[in-house]
C-alpha cells in the first residue's frame, strides 16, 4: 500500500531557529513529490520535486528530494511566527486515468517569539 | 496565479439532512477536479477524483451513494453530503487543475467546515 509519513509530527521552535522536516515514502510509480504550507484553511503550494538530488529554494525555504532512499527534507532557515503552519508533504504516483496525490499526516510547526 | 472558490466556507446541519459544497474554477477550466476529507490533526485523505463530463471515481472505503459528485460543466464540481450523520463532520477540501497541468498548478480551495448535529 503507497504510503506518505513525516516527521516529526510536531515541533516547537524560536523565531530564529533553522528546522528540518522530514517525508519518507512508498509510492508506486512516483512522479513527483510536493510540499505545502497549510495555516488554517487551504493548503498553498511551496514545492515539487522530480529529480534527485537538486534542491529548490524560496526565499528561507529549501527543499531537496532523495529517489534513491524515497525521502524529501524540507529546511526553512530563521524562522519566523508567519512559519507556524501545519506542513504537508504529497507524493504524486502514476495510476489509471488521473493521477493522484498521497499526502503525509503532516508536521505542526510552531515558531514561538 | 489560478483561484478555486470553495463554498461554503462553514456550514452546520441537521442529522439526516444533505448538504452540497459547491468547488468552482474562476479563471481556468477545470479538466480534473478532487475532493479531500481532513479530519482533526490528520492529514487530507483523498475521496474521489472528477473529470468533467464523467462519472466520479471514488477511493476505496468511500461509499459513492453518500457522497454524490457532479461534474458537470468545466468551472464548477459539487459534493452533495447525503442523509449526513455527526461522523460526516470533517473539514472537505477540494482541488482543481486542468489535466494537461501538474500538480505544481493544482489549486486548492478555502475549505468547507461541516458540523453535523
Known amino acids: 500500500e503507497d504510503k506518505v509519513v513525516q516527521s516529526p509530527l510536531s515541533l516547537v521552535v524560536h523565531e530564529g531557529d533553522t528546522v528540518t522536516l522530514n517525508c519518507s515514502y512508498e509510492?508506486?510509480?512516483?512522479?513527483?513529490l510536493l510540499w505545502y504550507k497549510q495555516e488554517k484553511k487551504a493548503p498553498t503550494f511551496l514545492f515539487m520535486l522530480?529529480?534527485?538530488?537538486i534542491e529548490k529554494k524560496s526565499g528561507r525555504l529549501s527543499s531537496i528530494l532523495d529517489k534513491k532512499e524515497l525521502f524529501s527534507i524540507l529546511n526553512i532557515t530563521a524562522t519566523q511566527t508567519g512559519d507556524s503552519a501545519v506542513y504537508l508533504c504529497?507524493?504524486?504516483?502514476?495510476?489509471?486515468?488521473?493521477?493522484?496525490?498521497?499526502f503525509g499526516t503532516g508536521t505542526l510547526l510552531a515558531v514561538q517569539p | 496565479g489560478a483561484v478555486v472558490s470553495q463554498h461554503p466556507s462553514r456550514v452546520i446541519c441537521k442529522s439526516g439532512t444533505s448538504v452540497k459544497i459547491e468547488c468552482r474554477s474562476l479563471d481556468f477550466q477545470a479538466t480534473t477536479m478532487f475532493w479531500y476529507r481532513q479530519f482533526p490533526k490528520k492529514s487530507l485523505m483523498l475521496m474521489a477524483t472528477?473529470?468533467?463530463?464523467?462519472?466520479?471515481?471514488?477511493e476505496q472505503g468511500v461509499e459513492k451513494d453518500k457522497f454524490l459528485i457532479n461534474h458537470a460543466s468545466l468551472t464548477l464540481s459539487t459534493l452533495t453530503v447525503t442523509s449526513a450523520h455527526p461522523e460526516d463532520s470533517s473539514f472537505y477540501i477540494c482541488s482543481a487543475r486542468d489535466s494537461l497541468w501538474t500538480y505544481e498548478q493544482a489549486f486548492f480551495g478555502q475549505g468547507t467546515r461541516l458540523t453535523v448535529v
Open positions: 472528477s473529470n468533467e463530463g464523467s462519472k466520479a471515481t471514488y
Open positions: 522530480t529529480s534527485s538530488g
Open positions: 509510492v508506486t510509480n512516483f512522479r513527483s
Open positions: 504529497a507524493v504524486e504516483g502514476y495510476g489509471g486515468a488521473t493521477n493522484k496525490l498521497i
